[in-house]
């Protein structure tokens, strides 16, 4: 499988967005600096993979709200 290379910070930003959306609270500096260390390996389909199964969990429990 070809590793696409993406701009971190995109990925970053893009699941940080699907997080605070979710938990509708800001990060605190721990989780800041996991969620970066986390996306920094990403390569586009594993980073679209996980942004569609977290707006998946986070539909579902919208759903039950």
Same mark, same amino acid.
Not at 11 to 30: C, H, M, P, T, Y
């Given at each position: 499988?070809? *590793?696409? @290379?993406?701009?971190? !910070?995109?990925?970053?930003?893009?699941?940080?967005? +699907?997080?605070?959306?979710?938990? !509708? /609270?800001?990060?605190? /500096? %721990? %989780?800041? +600096?996991?969620? @970066? /260390?986390?996306? !920094?390996?990403?390569?586009? @389909?594993? /980073?679209?993979?996980?942004?569609?199964?977290?707006?998946?969990?986070?539909?579902? *429990?919208?759903?039950?709200?």
């Amino acid at each position: 499988m070809k *590793h696409e @290379s993406i701009n971190p !910070q995109y990925a970053e930003d893009e699941i940080k967005e +699907v997080f605070l959306d979710g938990l !509708q /609270r800001d990060f605190s /500096r %721990e %989780e800041e +600096v996991l969620i @970066s /260390r986390l996306t !920094q390996s990403f390569n586009k @389909s594993e /980073r679209a993979t996980i942004i569609n199964l977290l707006k998946e969990l986070l539909n579902k *429990h919208k759903r039950h709200d």
